[in-house]
Nanobody, 118 residues
Framework: QVQLVESGGGLVQAGGSLRLSCAAS????????MGWFRQAPGKEREFVGD????????VYAGSVKGRFTINRDDAKNTMYLQMNSLKPEDTAVYYC???????????WGQGTQVTVSS
């Protein structure tokens, strides 16, 4: 089992920045990669970006590319999402997820609310 705990959400004005954290515990040596997803009210959950644990390769959704950055701290088993130039449409609950099996996410955090005011 892998446990994930997100933190760092909050209220920010448009154009501002926030950094989310996702701390992993448990069978962290099994993690192949981690990702961020978000879900706005009334909308489907959508992919934000992810990072491989071996090599640190990142992939981003087009809507956040150039504004959001994912990195990780291996020593702390923690993934970060640095969000800059935030827009009201970035408002959502942000979830982190971890994969121990290729092509699917096996574990999810509880989510953290990000609200961007205009």
């Amino acid at each position: 089992q892998v446990q994930l705990v997100e933190s760092g959400g909050g209220l920010v004005q448009a154009g501002g920045s926030l950094r989310l954290s996702c701390a992993a515990s448990g069978r962290t040596l099994s993690i192949l990669g981690m990702g961020w997803f978000r879900q706005a009210p009334g909308k489907e959950r959508e992919f934000v970006g992810d990072i491989t644990w071996n090599g640190g390769k990142t992939v981003y959704a087009g809507s956040v590319k150039g504004r959001f950055t994912i990195n990780r701290d291996d020593a702390k088993n923690t993934m970060y999402l640095q969000m800059n130039s935030l827009k009201p449409e970035d408002t959502a609950v942000y979830y982190c997820a971890a994969t121990i099996n290729p092509a699917r996410y096996d574990y999810w955090g509880q989510g953290t609310q990000v609200t961007v005011s205009s």
